[in-house]
Structure formats: structure tokens, C-alpha cells
């Protein structure tokens, strides 16, 4: 039995609308946003507002990294964060040097978080492709592995 949707309901079922968001993956990035979330909201201690699943630019559609933390009154995002598993490393880690180095946005620091491994690199604008295995943040002088 073939069903036969209206025109526009179909873009429901087509692949390419399909989201990536296994539980341990949504947890990690649960938890990065609530608790950066608390130190914007609640502690004021950071100055950088975490929004999850956002486009990097409102005026225009752009990437969406899992979290950003904007700067509103510049308008800028100085840092991204990629959460991933083993098979979607190398192609996180590609995207983070490259949002970085194309300094479209403002991003200073690009982190990308392996759920599965417990693993974090970290891509600094002007490293030149150089990752570095930390969770530490220079700009919000925190280490972001400390809230998972």
C-alpha cells in the first residue's frame, strides 16, 4: 500500500530533515548549556549568553553548532561547541577549523566534545589546524569539562 501525503507534508518524511540527537548526545549538551546558562543568568560571572541549536548569524541562515555563546553587544560569537561521537570526530573537528578560520562570525574558540570517548579538543583562532586536547576555555577562563 503506497500512502500518498499532501505537497506539504512531504518535506516531513524526507531524510535530509532528519535530526541527529541521541540521548547522550542531547544530555551533553543539556548540561554545558544549563550550567553555562546559570553562570550567565543567574551568577553573572560570564558575560557570554549559551544558546543551543542556533544559527551562528540572525540575519541570514548560517551553520548551527550544538552550543554557541554570543556576545550580544557585538553582535559576535566567540565560541562554538561541537558535541559528537567517534564516527562524527574528524568531521566535527573539519567544521570547527573551518567556522574558526573563516572568521565569519567572531569565533575565538571552537571546542568539540566526544560523548563517547569523554574526549575534548580545542581549536583557538590562528592556531593554523592545530587542535589541542583541552577543555579549557582562555575566554570564559573555565574549564567546560568540569560540567559534565
Known sequence: MTMILPEDLQYLFKEEQAVYGPWDHQRAISKL?????????????ITLEPLPEAMLDEAEASPVPDLILVDSEQSTVPIIIEVCHDKGLKRDIEKVIRLVDQDYYGIREGFI????????????????????????????????????
Open 33 to 45: 548549556n544549563g550550567n553555562l546558562a546559570y553562570l550567565y543568568y543567574q551568577e553573572k560571572e
Open 113 to 148: 566534545y566526544n560523548y563517547k570517548k569523554g574526549n575534548w579538543y580545542r581549536y583557538k583562532f590562528g592556531e593554523g589546524g592545530l587542535i589541542t586536547e583541552s577543555s579549557f576555555s582562555e575566554i570564559l577562563n573555565l574549564d567546560l569539562g568540569s560540567f559534565l
